[in-house]
């Protein structure tokens, strides 16, 4: 998994609460990524980060804070948990190559809001 | 809205046999067509990519055809095995700009031994 690691794997926590989603990467990439799967709707970004205190909202940012104080970490809040936030959430991270951004994912976090 | 439309949602094929997967876009500035396999509980893994100067390009058993005119490209895959079963996401950018990167919806591929 490209050396990203998401923590945890698996959440269930109620409505109301916040909740923090952590992913840490071994090879020093200066973008990472936090996208959302649902049925239906394939991935859509939530957070994305070109550097150390430097990110942007995507799509779907609603909801949704992300910091990144170490190259190595990139952290999703949601800080009052809503049923709609019900999801997988994968972290990447990319490589330029061939003119292209080629993402890599790491294996994500099922997160349940009860 | 959904600027890449995937089809069909599901798709149970034989072995042996070629399933097709076929994308939809709109938006005209997407230059970069990449293709994601994901396994249950992994995360997406990008399987081929193609541009638009090219119609075809081939990488082992996995085929992507673009017509850039009808604005469309599918996902062929020669004598599917069971180990290719999985969902599959084809995807657009512009640029080859991950931030500009949009999924289609998924197709999840059963391959019957």
């Known amino acids: 998994d490209a050396g990203i690691t998401q923590s945890p794997r698996h959440k269930v926590t109620e409505t109301g609460t916040p909740v923090t989603l952590r992913c840490h990467q071994t090879?020093?990439?200066?973008?990472m990524y936090w996208y959302r799967q649902d049925p239906g709707h394939g991935l859509r970004l939530i957070h994305y980060s070109y550097g150390v205190k430097d990110t942007d909202k995507g799509e779907v940012s609603d909801g949704y804070s992300v910091s990144r104080s170490k190259t190595e970490d990139f952290l999703l809040t949601l800080e009052s948990a809503t049923s709609s936030q019900t999801s997988v959430y994968f972290c990447?991270?990319?490589?330029?190559?061939?003119?292209?951004?080629?993402?890599?994912f790491g294996s994500g976090t099922q997160l349940s809001v009860l | 809205q959904q600027q890449v439309k995937q089809s069909p949602q599901s798709l149970i094929v034989q072995k042996g046999g070629i399933p097709i997967i076929n994308c939809a876009y709109e938006?005209?500035?997407?230059?970069?067509f990449p293709w994601y396999q994901q396994f249950p509980g992994k995360g997406p893994a990008l399987l081929i990519a193609i541009r638009p100067d090219v119609s075809e390009k081939k990488e082992g058993r996995f085929t992507i055809s673009f017509n850039k005119s009808a604005k469309q490209f599918s996902l062929h895959i020669m004598d599917s095995q069971p180990g290719d079963s999985a969902t599959y996401f084809c995807a657009a950018s512009s640029r080859g700009s991950a931030r500009q990167l949009t999924f289609g919806s998924g197709t999840q591929l059963t391959v019957l031994p």
């Open positions: 990447a991270i990319s490589d330029w190559e061939d003119g292209a951004e080629k993402l890599f």
């Open positions: 090879e020093n990439h200066r973008y």
């Open positions: 938006n005209t500035a997407f230059d970069y």
